[in-house]
């Protein structure tokens, strides 16, 4: 880039010339000004003078500060810009340097990008409580003990014994992982008997997704390593509570892991890497889709009590899952908020309940976000037998897109459909992302890496949750409402018993009944 050097040479004269007229009217500066003020307008005259001599790059010296950023600070050209100089003078130096400079290029390790080994460090023994014992927890239990060496299930809390008793059973057979009678508590109540246990390093957090906020809150402390399922909560009252404390978990260096298994796959994170990197230039809209056949339901028993029934059903339920959208979306929709790095300021959406047998849940969703400078992100969601399945999400920017699944077929391609990157399976196969994100965890506590996952699902599972009440309300809702949104779903006390708000089958319906009388 060719040097300003007129006014780099007028910026030296009226840089000397200013400093000689503060020295010489030294006691009217002291006298117009307080000390802070002179201090500061040296320092600015110092900086500025270091900008006149910095290299060809116009590297600061000062703070390792960039030329762009320092010229941008709108206290500096106020302030150190001296005698009348405009700021278009100094700023036609840095339109020249913008005009010949890449941007900058971001290495994985810059990105936070995980080391993906395949196993663990050993170290210290790292015992751990499971609290949910039902499918998903004891995945997440046996995925635990697989992600290295010196790693124990020491204790256990869940509601049902049954659930219990089968977890413990696949502990023993598969891993000969003994849990002690005295270690396995009931009740709702449970969480908090295991995390008032001293030996307890590490708490995996497993229940339905309504529990998890409270038992988050109590786990960060408890001063507990967490691993914590997906998505973290189901109104916005919740997603507050687990903000607030994944706060109070960093400042305690505690590492927080989510069940957002795609954040945890290579070759996700690799796509990622390009697309920042700007291989699809800048990125303007995406879409994020979960539509499937029908889930798993189960039907009210006799001996049942409206609690039980909730709780062993929990999927089908909208104040224990949050809706399909939640629990199952929030993948995609995590990866969309990961990808874009931004929040929407409104959705819009609909959806409906077809096909479902129990439960008060959609068995549907489409819903479209508004983000700044007019991109947009189309979320749908669905479980229904006999329709087309698509799990996956595209990144749709300038140059390009990048096409995202979890089939092995992550690629980025132009809209002339050539491929300008393709994810290597042969040479870098992917970890089962199940297995990979306990790795992680386990490699974040032992090797001091600072890993808090707990905030960016809070704000991913918060965007399901906008699109969610649009749609069961048919209304535009916008992220600052949300966030400010009083909302709650769920008894304010636990008891086995009745729940007479619960009223099965009945889903939210949007809008209201047609004015006109029927002809």
């Known amino acids: 880039t060719e040097p300003c050097w007129f006014y780099r040479i007028l910026a030296v ?41 910095a290299s060809n790059n116009y590297i600061f010296i000062i703070n390792t500060m960039k030329r762009r950023d320092f010229l941008t600070n709108t206290a ?10 405009s700021s278009a003078v100094m700023t036609s130096c840095t339109q020249q340097q913008s005009a010949g400079t890449a941007a900058k290029s971001y290495s994985p390790e810059e990105l936070g990008m995980f080391s993906f080994v395949e196993v663990a460090p050993d170290g210290k023994p790292l015992k751990a409580a499971l609290v949910g014992c039902g499918d998903r927890g004891t995945g997440a239990a046996t995925q635990f003990l697989k992600s290295g060496p010196n790693v124990s299930i020491i204790a256990l809390a869940d509601l049902f014994p049954d659930r219990m008793a089968t977890c413990r059973k696949v502990l023993s057979e598969q891993f000969k992982n003994e849990v002690p009678d005295a270690n396995c508590f009931l009740g709702f109540d449970a969480y908090q008997k295991v ?41 916005p009252t919740g997603i507050r509570t687990v903000i607030a404390a994944a706060k109070v978990a960093t400042s305690k260096g505690l590492t927080v892991v989510t069940g957002n298994q795609r954040r945890h796959r290579r070759d996700y994170w690799e796509a990622y890497v390009q ?72 959705a819009v959406g609909f959806g409906g309940r077809a096909q479902r047998l129990t439960g008060d849940i959609y068995d549907f969703f489409s819903v479209d976000y508004y983000y700044n400078n007019n991109k947009r992100m189309l979320a749908t969601a669905r479980q229904i037998d006999g329709c087309d399945g698509n799990v996956s999400e595209q990144v749709y920017g300038t140059k390009g897109m990048a096409s995202l699944n979890d089939r092995g077929e992550i690629k980025i391609v132009d809209y002339n459909g050539n491929i300008l990157w393709e994810y290597d399976y042969q040479n870098k196969p992917v970890k089962n992302p199940y297995d990979q994100e306990h790795v992680h965890f386990v490699e974040s506590i032992r090797l001091d890496k600072k890993i808090n996952q707990a905030e960016a699902l809070a704000y991913s599972t918060q965007v399901a949750i906008l699109g969610r009440e649009a ?40 809008g209201k009944a047609p004015d006109a009388p029927v002809m």
């Open 13 to 53: 004269f009226y840089t000397i010339s200013f400093y000689l007229l503060s020295k010489i009217h030294l006691k009217f500066t002291y006298v117009s000004n307080n000390v802070v003020y002179k201090k500061s307008f040296m320092l600015v005259l110092f900086q500025v003078n270091l900008y006149i001599w």
């Open 76 to 85: 500096l050209l106020g302030a150190g810009i001296p005698l009348g100089m």
């Open 195 to 235: 995390l008032a246990m001293n030996d307890i390093d590490v708490v995996l957090l497993c229940t339905p997704t309504h529990f998890r906020p409270e038992q988050f809150k109590a786990a960060v402390e408890a001063g507990k390593h967490i691993f914590m399922e997906k998505p973290c909560a189901v109104d």
């Open 275 to 346: 697309v920042k990197n700007g291989l699809i230039g800048d990125v303007v809209s995406s879409s994020a889709h979960w539509d499937q056949g029908a889930w798993w339901n189960k039907r009210k028993r006799p001996e049942w009590s409206d609690m039980e029934y909730c709780i062993r059903n929990w999927f089908n339920i909208k104040w224990l899952s949050g809706d399909h959208l939640l629990d199952q979306a929030i993948h995609n929709i995590d990866v969309v908020t990961w990808f874009m790095e931004d929040r929407p300021i409104r």
């Open 471 to 510: 749609a069961y309300t048919g209304k535009p809702i916008s992220w600052d409402e949300i966030m400010a949104s009083t909302l709650r779903y769920g008894p304010e006390k636990y008891e086995m018993g009745a729940l007479p708000d619960y009223k099965e089958g009945e889903a939210p319906k949007p």
